[in-house]
Structures are given as C-alpha cells and as structure tokens.
C-alpha cells in the first residue's frame, strides 16, 4: 500500500465514516486527516493563483472580487500533485469503488465583506447537463483553506437529501445580472444559480432533515455527495473562508460527450490518477 510524505496510506475512509457519508451525504474530517501538509501547500499556492488572470477566473458580481478560480489541477503543478494524496484518492476511490480522476478542481475563495452567495442548488445536475456525466459516481473534497465560522458563509447542507435523487429546479435562462456579456459557461458559476431548485421542495427537505453547516479550522477537509442539497450565505464578515475543492469523478463515468465546457470546468482526460 503506497504512503504520501506524512506517512498516510492510500486507504479507504473508516467503515463508520463511509457509513455517515452514505447517510448523510457528507462527511467531515479533522485537519491532517487525510494529508498533513496539504493546507500548507495549497496557501503557498494561493497568491500565485489569484494573482492569474487565467480564463478560469470567476469574478464575483461586483466585477472585482475573485469568486472562484477553475482548472487548478491542470494550471499548477503543486495543486495537481495534491490531488494524487494517497488519502485522497484511498478515500474516495473507496467511496467509488472505482479508479477515479479530477473532473473539476476550483478554489472558492468567499471574500471578506464580498465574497458573494451560493443559493441553494445540487452539483450533480451541472454535470449531467454541463458535461455529459450520466451517473453522479463523483465526490466532492473541499480543504478548508480557512477556519469555517458561523460568520463568514460556511457550506449548509440539508442532510440526507442526496438519496431524493435530482430536485425538480427551474432551468433560468439568459445570463445572470452583471455577467450580460460573459460566455454562456459563467452561467452556472455565479451567485445566481442556473439551476435553481424550488423553495417549497428545500422547505419540505429542510424541515424533515434539519440544516447543517459544517464548521471547523484551516486544513479540515469536508466530502460531499454531488446530490446533498446545499448553499451559502454571503461572507459579510472580515475573515475569508477559501475552499479548495477538488471533484473526483469514477473513471467509468466519464463525459459521454466532450468539448461542451471548456476544459478547466470539465477536464477531458479522465485517466485514472495514481497516489504519489
Ligand atoms: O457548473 C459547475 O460545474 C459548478 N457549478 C455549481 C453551482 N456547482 C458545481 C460546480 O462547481
Ligand atoms: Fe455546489
């Protein structure tokens, strides 16, 4: 069994882990978990990264702010060989039963007093109709790159609403306000969701499950299932809460059609990743 430099094996998440992610639909790991010096490595990267002006730059709505940056494990070096941690991919190979590759990689970085909302929508469908992805066989891996607060727009689940499957939503059309002139992609990247799942549906899932937003320090690393029903408030706070995210797809799953994103939203060669 391989080991990364802090010695962790490239094995599967604990039984009762895999258990709370299966029912839940997320599970949340404590820092150095699953790969001590990632949180280290990932902010030494971080300057460099916002400082790109890269095609997978999403700016917030106020045309300044950095929202999110895409495309991370194809760009950086450092961030690609994160995503290759042998507790990486020993969990969510284990949760996938299946060799698996980076579909998508970002850093979501919620500005302080600007970061913007994420409303309530599912990942899965973006894939679906984004990128050809016909089963929801991904995982998504977010280290938080910042402790996660109460205060400054942590992730808020409805648990357990990733077994309803996808959720009757509303396809808005046109381009969000402040995006007019933006490719089609920006679409599904900004505060105001494409897909935009109805209120009563959240309500009737939100008042049987509860809500739940995972909160912890710097170097926690939170896994979700790509249906669990999920959001995020606006970061009105002065602390940051930057996420970097990394969505693991099975490589059985790969897009049955290529091209329609560009690359750094949907990555189109799903070869399946080995530990390093
Ligand atoms: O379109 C996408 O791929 C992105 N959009 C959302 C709302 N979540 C998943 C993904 O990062
Ligand atoms: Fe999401």
Redesign the pocket.
């Known amino acids: 069994m391989t080991h990364d430099t802090a010695g962790t094996a490239a094995a599967p998440l604990a039984p009762e882990l895999v258990a709370r992610y299966h029912r839940d639909g997320y599970v949340l790991l404590p820092p150095g978990s699953l790969a001590g010096d990632l949180l280290d490595v990932a902010l030494d990267e971080l300057p460099s990264i916002l400082a790109a002006d890269d095609p997978g730059r999403v700016l917030e709505r106020d045309g300044r702010t950095v929202r999110s940056v895409y495309g991370l494990h194809r760009t950086n070096p450092a961030i690609a060989a994160l995503t290759r941690r042998p507790a990486l991919l020993g969990a969510v190979r284990g949760l996938l039963d299946d060799d698996v590759y980076v579909h998508q990689s970002k850093v979501n970085i919620k500005a302080p007093f600007a970061g913007d909302q ?1 409303e309530w ?1 599912q ?1 899965y469908v973006y894939w679906l109709t984004g990128d050809g992805i016909r089963r929801p066989d991904l995982v998504n891996v977010a280290v938080f790159l910042d402790e996660v607060t109460e205060f400054n727009g942590p992730l808020t689940f409805v648990p357990g609403s990733h077994t309803a499957g996808l959720l009757a939503s509303t396809d808005a059309d046109g381009m969000p306000l402040g995006y007019e002139d933006a490719p089609a992609w920006v679409a599904t990247l900004t505060a105001d969701e494409k897909f935009r799942v109805r209120h009563c549906v959240i309500e009737e899932l939100a008042r049987a499950n509860g809500l739940v937003s995972p909160k912890g320090p710097a170097g926690s690393v939170l896994v979700f299932h790509p249906n669990i029903l ?1 959001c995020s408030a606006a970061n009105i706070s002065p602390l940051r809460r930057a996420m970097l995210m990394f969505v693991y797809n099975s490589v059985a799953n790969r897009p049955e059609v290529t091209g329609l994103r560009p690359d750094f939203l949907a990555d189109p060669e799903p070869v399946a990743l080995q530990p390093i």
């Open positions: 994420w929508h990942d999920h």
